[in-house]
Every structure is written in C-alpha cells, then in structure tokens.
C-alpha cells in the first residue's frame, strides 16, 4: 500500500506550475524592475535634451529682458524642473550651476579652421576673423544633472554616491 502510494506519489504533477512559477518569479521581477529603473534614466536624460533644444528655440525668438546666458539658463530650469504655482522657475533637481553656456567662433581660410571658444558673450562679441576668412559664429547650451536608479549598480560608469550624469546639449548657428 505505501509502495503504490509512494508511486502514485511520484507521477503526481499537479503542483509543479507553482514550482516553476516560484523559480521564475524573481528573475521576472527583477527583469521588470530594471526595465522601469532604465526607463526612467532615459526618461531623465529626454527631459534635459528637450530642455536644452527649447532654451535653444526660445533664445532665437526673443532674450526678453535678461542677458543670452541668463535666459538660456532660466530656460533650460524652467523647462527640466517645471514651474511652481506662482509661475516661477523650480529649483530641483537642475541647479543653475549644472548649465553652461559657451560661445564659439570658427574663422576659416584655404581649407584651414581656426575656431575660438568663450563663456563671455563681451569677449565673444570682441573676436573678428581676418580680413578674407569665413566666419561662423555658434552658441551652445549643455545641462548636466544626476540621476539616481531605485537600485543601484556598481559597474558601468557610475559615480561613487551611486548616480548617473545625465547631459545633454543643444547649440545653433548665429551668423
């Protein structure tokens, strides 16, 4: 009688789909919570692209009354951190200091480039190429901004306190 039991014991497959479901069920949550931790970095990073590319767009309709860094940088918070209820600019998690703004000249003559770069819009009005070179002149924004996965990893890139640099930067011709 304990033999045939034991038998019927051994053919018996009714709960195998638990076992298997509990063997799969955390590599399937642990692939899921991944994939929503990545999605959300990319998610950052889109959000400071599209940042920087407005300040772009804005800057070439109007500086209002601030100077061109001033409104680019105003921008660039505006649009990453979103705007409070009184209309302000808020303060996080994009600092004003994360946002560069560069101001790059390329005088070029037979084939030759000679490009000049500044942060100083005087100093950068004050360049002239020679007489007979091309010249370009371009401006540049760049955001960078940390990024904190749920579950931190310590191998590909990322910095000691466990975040991601996220950066991104937008830039168009003036003349």
Same mark, same amino acid.
């Given at each position: ?15 195998? $789909?638990?076992?298997?479901? $509990?063997?799969?069920?955390? #590599?399937? +949550?642990?692939?899921?919570? !991944? ?8 998610? +950052? ?6 940042? =920087?590319?407005?300040?772009?767009? @804005?800057?070439?309709?109007? =500086?209002?009354?601030? =100077?061109? &860094? !001033? ?7 505006? &649009? ?9 600019? @808020? ?25 000049? =770069?500044? %942060?100083?819009? %005087? ?7 020679? #007489? ?37 930067? $937008? ?5």
């Amino acid at each position: 009688m304990i033999r045939l039991f034991r038998l019927r014991l051994l053919r018996c497959d009714r709960g195998s $789909a638990i076992i298997e479901l $509990a063997m799969a069920a955390p #590599v399937l +949550a642990l692939m899921t919570i !991944g994939v929503i931790d990545m999605s959300n970095g990319f998610s +950052a990073r889109l959000a400071v692209e599209q940042g =920087t590319q407005r300040a772009i767009e @804005k800057i070439m309709q109007t =500086t209002e009354t601030s =100077t061109v &860094q !001033g409104t680019l940088k105003n921008e660039v918070l505006c &649009q990453v951190n979103g705007l409070n209820e009184d209309g302000t600019c @808020k303060t996080s998690p994009l600092q004003a200091s994360d946002i560069t703004v560069n101001f790059r000249i390329e005088c070029t003559k037979d084939g030759t480039m000679t490009p000049q =770069t500044t %942060d100083d819009a %005087d100093t950068f009005d004050g360049y002239e190429c020679d #007489v007979g070179e091309a010249e370009a002149r371009y401006i540049s924004v760049s955001a960078m901004q940390k990024y904190t996965p749920m579950f931190s990893t310590h191998f590909l890139g990322i910095n000691a306190d466990g975040s991601y640099h996220v950066h991104a930067t $937008a830039g168009m011709r003036t003349k």
